[in-house]
């Protein structure tokens, strides 16, 4: 059974940083598309930062651009999410997700394409 869990979530200031991890068990990622996403209270799940099996290739929100950094180590299982420049606006419990075909080169932005998810980290920043 593939199971991922998140940590590094937490409480911070406004410009702050936190990383999350996203530790994937019971399967090998390395052929996946990895994916993280977040919900607000009251508001949808909303695409934050993919990349691809080997990691050459990544995406973001526009809200997050130039602020978040995704990142993969397959060797470890792990897909990381560097969150810097916080803002009051990204308090949301944070997903990672991981799907797609084996070993293709793509991005995935869309939550309905991803075969497994994580239970979610909350991220909260303080103004």
């Known amino acids: 059974q593939v199971q991922l869990v998140e940590s590094g979530g937490g409480l911070v200031q406004a410009g702050g940083s936190l990383r999350l991890s996203c530790k994937v068990s019971g399967r090998t990622i390395v052929s996946y598309a990895m994916g993280w996403f977040r919900q607000a209270p009251g508001k949808e799940r909303e695409f934050v930062a993919a990349?691809?099996?080997?990691?050459?290739?990544?995406r973001y929100a526009d809200s997050v651009k130039g602020r978040f950094t995704i990142s993969r180590d397959n060797a470890k299982n792990t897909v990381y999410l560097q969150m810097n420049s916080l803002k009051p606006e990204d308090t949301a419990v944070y997903y990672c997700a991981a799907g797609g075909a084996p070993w293709r080169n793509e991005i995935i932005t869309t939550a309905g394409r991803y075969a497994y998810w994580g239970q979610g980290t909350q991220v909260t920043v303080s103004s």
């Open positions: 990349i691809d099996w080997s990691g050459d290739m990544t």
